[in-house]
């Protein structure tokens, strides 16, 4: 099926009891056993399982073509159980520009446990052989990148880490199986920040992991969020779902929008550099062309950077200037999005403190240009 119809009908299912075509929540912690102590319905605990929970997860595996998914409470909370189905000694191979939080965990988490990590350019694939060691277990992908929108290309990575016998993740949670599909790609586990595109409105918080095979390795990962606990609520399970049925659509608007906004930054004056994909000149372009067309069809999201002459402070000013930006941390709800990233990242950055990371929202693009226009109007600078 396209992915439209999947959006709309995965996960969802006539109830039985009522004939509601909207899912019911089931808050319920716990579920009767049969007199002879077996489970009839096949719930025990909602730790372990949960009906709301159990159709989101069909959900996620139907869209990215998976044979099974796991929810979880946080896009953090999917990365760690991942990678917690490693042992102490093994190896990660990670990107340079990965998102601070997935670096902080290989660092400060697992690093002290007995992991190890090396971090490379993931848009060099010759990086990524060099960096492979008998001990890698793991190649860990993610594209576009955070903050500076680099595309990696997935496939090739895929069978540079097979052929040494290493697993691939990818991070699909800025293009979403309606632009990119990793395990089509060769990649063997998706994780998503649920959080962003595919809750959508900016009231949820959650993750997930996507299976291309239900292996010995992720049921680990299945014992790890049962026993770890670290799982979402019925409700935020809900919230989920929902905004699966409108994905689609969501995200073409999204890309759409971006293109627009990104391509009237570019010939700003006070704009030094625009990073995004769908862009002719960026050095992803290619990759991206042939990578985020899931649909057939290149879309490439709506999550861009920009950097600004002037340095840190017209990236601030810009910043505060703005008037349909809210200055927040996320991304992929409907509202436009503002962040100087450097300044959420803290002292051991990498982010330059020139750049603003941008998510563009569902309002009508020429208003949005509009008002990065009278923003970047407002520095005091003259551009060379």
């Known amino acids: 099926m396209h992915i439209e119809t999947l959006a709309v009908h995965a996960g969802h299912h006539v109830d039985g009891a009522t004939g509601a075509v909207a899912p019911p929540i089931h808050l319920s912690t716990t579920f009767e056993r049969a007199a002879d102590g077996s489970l009839p319905h096949g719930f025990l605990y909602a730790r372990d399982d949960n009906p ?142 649920t959080t962003k595109y595919l809750g959508g409105h900016g009231d949820v918080t959650g993750g997930a992991l996507v299976t291309r095979d239900d292996d010995e390795a992720f049921a680990r990962a299945r014992t790890l969020q049962k026993i770890g606990g670290a799982v979402p609520s019925p409700f935020d399970c809900w919230l989920v779902l929902r905004g699966l049925r409108t994905l689609p659509l969501r995200m073409r608007a999204h890309s759409e929008h971006a293109l627009r906004v990104a391509r009237a930054l570019r010939r700003h004056p006070a704009v030094h550099a625009v990073h995004y994909p769908g862009l002719d000149d960026d050095p992803g372009h290619a990759v991206a062309a042939r990578q985020m067309a899931a649909d057939g069809e290149a879309r490439y999201g709506g999550m861009l950077s920009v950097r600004l002459r002037g340095g840190r402070d017209a990236a601030l000013g810009t910043a505060a200037r703005l008037r349909l930006f809210t200055r927040a941390t996320s991304l992929g709800g409907p509202e436009s999005l503002v962040e100087h990233r450097a300044t959420v990242e803290g002292a051991h950055t990498r982010t330059p403190d020139d750049l603003l990371r941008v998510s563009v929202g569902l309002e009508h693009p020429d208003d949005l240009i509009a008002d990065f226009e009278q923003a970047l109007d407002g520095n005091t600078f003259v551009a060379a």
């Open 52 to 193: 709301t929970r159990a159709a989101l997860e069909e959900a996620l595996a139907a869209l990215e073509g998976g044979s099974a998914a796991l929810a979880f409470a946080s896009g953090s909370a999917a990365t760690l159980a991942l990678l917690q189905t490693l042992r102490p000694g093994d190896h990660v191979v990670a990107p340079s520009d990965a998102y601070y939080g997935t670096a902080r965990l290989l660092r400060e988490a697992l690093g002290p446990w007995g992991l190890e990590a090396s971090f490379v350019d993931m848009r060099d694939v010759d990086a990524v052989r060099a960096a492979l060691r008998p001990a890698t277990r793991l190649v860990w992908v993610e594209t576009p990148s955070n903050p500076l929108i680099g595309v990696s290309d997935v496939a090739a990575i895929a069978e540079v880490a097979h052929v040494a016998g290493v697993r691939v993740a990818v991070d699909n949670t800025w293009a979403t199986p309606v632009l990119t599909r990793p395990l089509a790609l060769g990649a063997d586990v998706v994780m998503h920040s």
